[in-house]
């Protein structure tokens, strides 16, 4: 990797920044020690390195600011929600004042701060669950369920997602969950920062969901609950058995049919019922007001479920990390209303350009996620290209003069092994800024690391 800042430290030695990550140096042992994005930093490039008064190293990276204790290698991740001018920073731009205060330069600007002032871990973050869906039906409960509350699912209901949401108003992209099912699970299941969980194939029976979260300055864990039934299926109930084996004659059987058959009428208009009201407010929850598109929630539990039929079927899963180039400038340039005009031009254009069963989902500012389900990775880098070239057809409306627009495009893939959604999204945003670092106005595929 590149070599791309040095500080040397009285307390704790050399350090180096670099386009890989952070390095320490360990005089020692005469050997260097590493620490990456599975080490918490938020980008493997690390542009300049300043220490406190407290020897904390605060690091100033592609995505956001630092803190880092070279004690306990705790990194704490800091960006524009906490009052950061941009979430990029510039080589080398880094110095201290005599008073403590620390000066970075950002792509928008200085970021001035006292380490002292940052803010430390607070209380725990509340955690709502607010949707249980299934095959047969969906569950909405945008305000969450009471404590102690029960949800009764029918015999029909065997593969199960839950989705859940951390209110952490300063930082909600790196708010990271865990979750347990009693009754099935034997130990908690870590989702990163994907607010969804899915269960496939549950027994009947009675389950308590619990899911805990935490944020980046949050070391607790806040706990939300909620109880759920099975119905068992027919031939599941003992009663059932019984009767079959003691009545044992065709009436019976043919009453049990109407029965059921008028049991299955009503649910079956109760269910288009629920839905139809369901319908009416998942798209105001889950669409992103200006563009139309998915938002960063419905993206994140669409995405989570795609993911959850990679790993039972093995169907290839694709993703792409749209960003227009220079968008700042076309606001700064052409004002809000042209930059909003820009973003509906370019989601009209994306829709055109994929299929009916992929997904677009804004997950913030200009930046745009496509998910390409059944897609490898040569197919989903030919439909980047296509999106790419498209889009330098679109004129910006509204401006003054002619005038188009361009973007850069980062592809990935999700591997068949230990890999999950919030993996294929950093890879994704990685290959992107490759093509930002790159001139910009193109597609970078990500390099495989094994056959798909």
Request: aromatic share 8%; with cysteine; glycine share 10%.
């Amino acid at each position: 990797p590149e070599i791309l800042c040095l500080l040397r430290c009285e307390r704790s030695g050399l350090w180096v920044g670099t386009s890989g990550g952070l390095a320490h140096f360990d005089a020692q042992t005469d050997r260097f020690r590493a620490f990456t994005v599975a080490d918490g930093l938020p980008s493997p490039t690390v542009f300049s390195c300043l220490e406190d008064d407290h020897g904390i190293l605060w690091l100033g990276t592609t995505d956001g600011l630092v803190r880092f204790d070279p004690s306990s290698h705790h990194m704490t991740v800091y960006g524009v929600g906490d009052g950061l001018p941009s979430r990029e920073f510039n080589q080398g731009a880094g110095t201290s004042a005599r008073d403590g205060r620390l000066f970075f330069g950002t792509m928008n600007g200085v970021a001035m701060f006292h380490p002292d002032a940052v803010g430390r871990p607070d209380d725990d973050i509340p955690i709502l669950i607010t949707t249980v869906s299934s095959d047969a039906a969906r569950i909405w409960a945008p305000a969450g369920w009471p404590s102690g509350e029960t949800v009764h699912l029918d015999a029909e209901s065997r593969d199960v997602t839950f989705g859940f949401v951390g209110i952490d108003y300063r930082n909600p992209s790196q708010v990271r969950y865990s979750t347990l099912l009693e009754g099935y699970d034997r130990r908690w299941r870590d989702t990163g920062t994907v607010p969804a969980a899915s269960y496939t194939r549950l027994p009947s029976g009675h389950f308590t969901l619990r899911v805990r979260c935490r944020g980046s300055r949050h070391e607790g864990n806040h706990e939300a609950r909620l109880g759920f039934d099975i119905s068992p299926t027919l031939l599941e109930r003992w009663w059932f058995r019984v009767l079959v084996s003691a009545v044992g004659v065709g009436g019976m059987l043919g009453l049990s049919y109407l029965r059921i058959r008028t049991i299955r009428k009503q649910r079956d208009q109760l269910r288009r019922e629920v839905d139809m009201r369901t319908r009416e407010l998942a798209v105001l929850a889950s669409t992103d007001s200006l563009t139309g598109v998915a938002n960063r929630r419905h993206f994140m539990e669409a995405a989570a479920q795609e993911v959850a039929r990679f790993r039972k079927e093995g169907v290839p899963l694709c993703m792409l990390m749209v960003d227009i180039d220079h968008f700042k400038h076309i606001n700064d340039t052409y004002g809000h209303p042209v930059g909003d005009a820009t973003l509906k031009a370019m989601v009209a254009s994306l829709r055109q350009l994929i299929r009916c069963n992929d997904l677009i989902g804004r997950l913030g500012g200009d930046e745009f996620a496509v998910l390409l389900p059944g897609a490898d990775l040569p197919r989903a880098a030919q439909v980047a290209e296509r999106i790419r070239s498209e889009l330098t057809r679109i004129a910006i409306e509204g401006s003054p003069r002619p005038a188009a627009f361009t973007v850069s495009v980062g592809v990935a893939s999700l591997r068949e092994t230990a890999d999950d959604l919030e993996q294929l999204l950093t890879r994704a945003d990685e290959a992107m800024y490759q093509a930002k670092n790159a001139g910009r106005n193109r597609v970078v595929v990500e390099m495989p690391t094994e056959p798909h």
